[in-house]
């Protein structure tokens, strides 16, 4: 039995459960079990806090620092044009927000800020803040931020009630308290500040479900009801504009909030998280039955990324993984899991088989597209 982390109803068993290893959105294997509760009465749903949560966010997750300009893939046109992720939120961003001229923003759980970087070279007379708790993305900050606006571990005393906007990209699925969380940005907004943040709706990315480290995989309906609990009012929720999570904006109210989501969007979040969860089950025995097909014959692996190692995970000991095929420049000359990462078109020509680390809902669509995996003979095992 656990308690939910937005209403606080008492769930009193796992939805979905699979033994260790669980494996985090940057792809590291925890000695723990993945577990999901789905609450009934918000809609929200939640895995286990994980191992020695502090000490992973201050010196293990370091997100997209392995180059400068790491950064991950958010789509590809049919001409080949790549599309980054903080390109891609910091004109979204920009477009959701109605900033003041020369508004105070804050980057909360800023990491390297690139968005905020982004926005502020579209909008020079913004003036940025950021914070982390974690001190490796301050070298990040140099040059742009200004040392007094910045800050990790925690936040001035004198930042409370002084920011027009705080603005928190994939932040919040990541922590234990997300009301408190919530409550704190509250702290730092002055009356009738905007909060935007953005967070993975896992009815359009079912893998955020299987992520060890995202212990918060939100409804539009706990989302409503985390918010009214911190003192916040809707304003606007996106989940059109980037695919696979919400992008939402909400006010800083002074007076009271009706905390109860809708019965019937409860309701209806409480279902899709019970099939999402279904889904991951099957996944497993369709990729059971696809290791022992191939069992110590050589196979690749398409994406590099989440659902390609959540594959490698449950087949790596069983077939001989000859490539993981990637698209994102950047990943091009790496290695992972000890296996080269190659370009979709240099697949090996002694793979048999191809198993599609991709989300389910476009898998199929970007595999058609691409020739060079339609070799005869290549079996597509797909999840």
């Not at 979204?92 to 970087?117: F, M, Q, V």
């Not at 022992?292 to 692996?301: L, M, S």
């Not at 088989?353 to 058609?368: D, E």
Request: proline letters at 5%; one cysteine or more.
């Amino acid at each position: 039995m656990t308690a939910c982390r937005v209403c606080g109803t008492y769930i009193a068993s796992p939805t979905y459960e699979v033994p260790a290893p669980a494996l985090t959105s940057i792809m590291t294997l925890l000695d723990a079990p993945t577990r999901v509760f789905v609450c009934a009465d918000c809609g929200h749903a939640q895995s286990d806090d994980i191992p020695d949560i502090q000490a992973f966010y201050d010196t293990g997750y370091r997100i997209s620092l392995n180059s400068e300009d790491h950064d991950q893939i958010f789509a590809v046109a049919a001409d080949g044009t790549i599309t980054y992720r903080t390109d891609h939120q910091a004109a979204l961003s920009l477009r959701l927000l109605e900033l003041p001229k020369n508004a105070s923003i804050l980057d909360y759980g800023a990491a390297k800020a690139d968005t905020l970087r982004k926005m502020t070279v579209a909008r020079s007379d913004l003036r940025p803040h950021v914070f982390d708790v974690s001190s490796d993305y301050a070298a990040a900050w140099q040059g742009w931020v200004p040392e007094a606006a910045q800050a990790t571990y925690s936040v001035p005393e004198n930042w409370k009630r002084t920011f027009d906007v705080v603005m928190s990209h994939f932040v919040i699925e990541h922590v234990a308290d997300p009301v408190g969380f919530m409550r704190d940005v509250r702290d730092l907004l002055r009356p009738g500040g905007t909060f935007l943040f953005s967070v993975p709706d896992v009815a359009g990315n079912p893998g955020d479900m299987a992520v060890a480290d995202h212990l918060n995989h939100f409804s539009q309906a706990s989302i409503s009801h985390a918010l009214a609990s911190a003192g916040f009012e809707v304003q606007a929720v996106d989940n059109t504009s980037f695919p696979g999570a919400f992008f939402v904006v909400a006010r800083r109210v002074e007076e009271a909030v009706e905390t109860t989501a809708p019965a019937a969007a409860a309701t209806d979040a409480a279902k899709k998280a019970h099939e999402i969860c279904a889904f991951w089950d099957q996944a497993s025995e369709t990729l059971k039955g696809g290791a022992e097909r191939y069992a110590r014959r050589k196979v690749a692996i398409y994406g590099a990324g989440f659902y390609g190692s959540w594959i490698y995970g449950r087949i790596g000991e069983a077939v001989d993984v000859v490539a993981f095929l990637d698209r994102n420049e950047n990943m091009k000359g790496a290695m992972h899991f000890g296996i080269p990462v190659l370009p979709p078109e240099d697949l090996p020509a002694e793979a048999e088989a191809l198993f599609v680390g991709l989300n389910p809902l476009k898998a199929r669509a970007a595999i058609a597209a691409q020739p060079w995996l339609q070799r005869a003979g290549l079996d597509h095992v797909w999840l």
